[in-house]
Every structure is written in C-alpha cells, then in structure tokens.
C-alpha cells in the first residue's frame, strides 16, 4: 500500500496495479512547503477528498493524531473524515512534544475509542487503524509497544501499526500479539521483502514519506547538477511525457 503525495502520485500509483494507496501527512506537507503535522485540518480534510475521488482504490488515510489531544475532539475529527470517501483512517499516539512524546497510556486509548465510536455512528465503513510512534520517538520499548497495540485493538482499532519496527523478531511479535487482528508495517528504506513480511504475517505495507523523499531526491540532485555544474545529465534520466501521461490520464 504506497503512499502517493498528491492526485498525480495516486494515479500512478493505481495504474501501476497497486490494490490500495494511504496518504503521507509528511508527503502531502512537504507539497504545501511545510513540515510535517504542521498542516490545518481543513486543507487535510480537502487533500483527503481529493485522493479519495482521484483513483478507483481504497485510500487509508493518514490522519496523524486526529488533529486534537482530547477524545471528543478526536471523535469530532474524525466523523468529519469519514465524510471525504476514504476507506480507512489512522490515529497516533505522539503528541509532538520531546518531554513527553506519547501521551499518557490511558488517554491514548481513549483517544482511539473515541475514533472507533465516530466511525460506528456515520455512516461510512471505514477500517481503523491504530499506532503506536514509541519506535520513531525515542521510545522503542517493544513491551510497551505491544502493550499500546493490544489496547488499541480493545478499543475497536480493525488494523495495528507500530513505524519503526525493523527487526524481523520485533514485527513477529506484534503480529502474535494482536493476531488475528492485522498488522502493517513501515518500510521507508530497503531492510526486508514483501515476502518475508508476509511469512511474518504481516498482512499490510506502507511506504509512509519515502517514495515522496524519494521523489524528491532525484528532483533535488537534478536541480543542483544545473545550478552547480550547468550541466543536464540527469534530466535524460527522466520519465518521458507520453509514458507518465499514460499512467496519469484515465481515457
């Protein structure tokens, strides 16, 4: 499941053959110029109906913490995303802040009851994911991890998720934990296969920021080859129009 950064990325994505596509808060920010979870819900919640209506798959939502900190104001977040056409949505548990980046073990799973309670009463089926961040914010505490994610999935959350797993004994204990609710992991650089996450039993991939970073990458080497050496090679190495246009225009 990549993660297309905006209605273009997605269209490629889809016609590529992939089965279903998440949004990237970090993707989607760096487009608008701004960091990550810096962007208003509202332009959010329209970028989410944008992809959702842009291609003919199922579009998760990358929902960040629900754009608030208190359960009823997630709740209220989140019946308003249920309204874009995603097919899933995912709420975290970072709080952005370095003293103390996840919240309190009690308030997160409250926050994520309050998400699942706002999906059963919309009318929309929408799958919830539920993350753990401990892995990426300087938490990686694999007991608490597990502990997080299986009140998560008592709390109503359909998929689990914890970014920042890489060690092959790590995802395989989060999917024992949780089973036979399923996991996704993260893969934002080349340490694993499909296929042996899938004899893991993970049942989902993201892609999170790094096919936007990677994007990005070649954009930005391109850029500096012109300014620096005022030189083009790399510009040869770009896709041809016809070929990107094939995959974006749906005739």
């Not at 590529?16 to 970090?26: D, I, N, P, Q, V």
């Not at 308003?80 to 097919?87: L, N």
């Not at 919240?103 to 059963?120: G, K, Q, S, T």
């Not at 994007?215 to 090679?233: H, K, L, M, N, Q």
Request: hydrophobic share 50%.
């Amino acid at each position: 499941m990549p993660n297309p950064w905006d209605v273009g990325s997605a269209r490629v994505f889809a016609a590529l053959g992939f089965r279903a596509l998440a949004t990237t808060s970090s993707g989607f920010a760096w487009t608008r110029g701004r960091r990550d979870n810096t962007v208003p819900l509202e332009r959010v919640l329209d970028h989410l109906r944008e992809m959702a209506h842009a291609v003919p798959v199922p579009v998760n939502a990358d929902f960040e913490g629900g754009f608030a900190r208190e359960p009823d104001r997630v709740a209220a977040h989140v019946a308003q995303a249920a309204h874009t056409g995603v097919a899933g949505l995912s709420i975290e548990d970072s709080t952005g802040s370095p003293d103390a980046p996840l919240y309190a073990f009690p308030l997160a799973v409250e926050r994520v009851a309050a998400a699942r309670a706002a999906l059963d009463s919309s009318s929309a089926d929408i799958l919830l994911t539920a993350r753990t961040e401990g892995f990426i914010v300087g938490r990686p505490d694999l007991r608490e991890t597990i502990g997080r994610l299986e009140a998560f999935a008592e709390a109503g959350a359909d998929c689990l998720y914890a970014p920042g797993l890489r060690a092959k004994s790590d995802i395989e204990a989060v999917v024992r934990a949780v089973a036979p609710k399923p996991v996704n992991v993260l893969v934002g650089t080349d340490f694993i296969t499909v296929s042996e996450l899938a004899a893991l039993g993970v049942r989902r991939v993201s892609t999170g920021g790094a096919l936007a970073r990677t994007a990005w990458r070649a954009a930005i080497d391109a850029a500096r080859e012109v300014a620096t050496a005022g030189t083009f090679g790399a510009l040869a190495r770009a896709v041809p129009a016809r070929e990107l246009e094939q995959l974006l225009i749906d005739d």
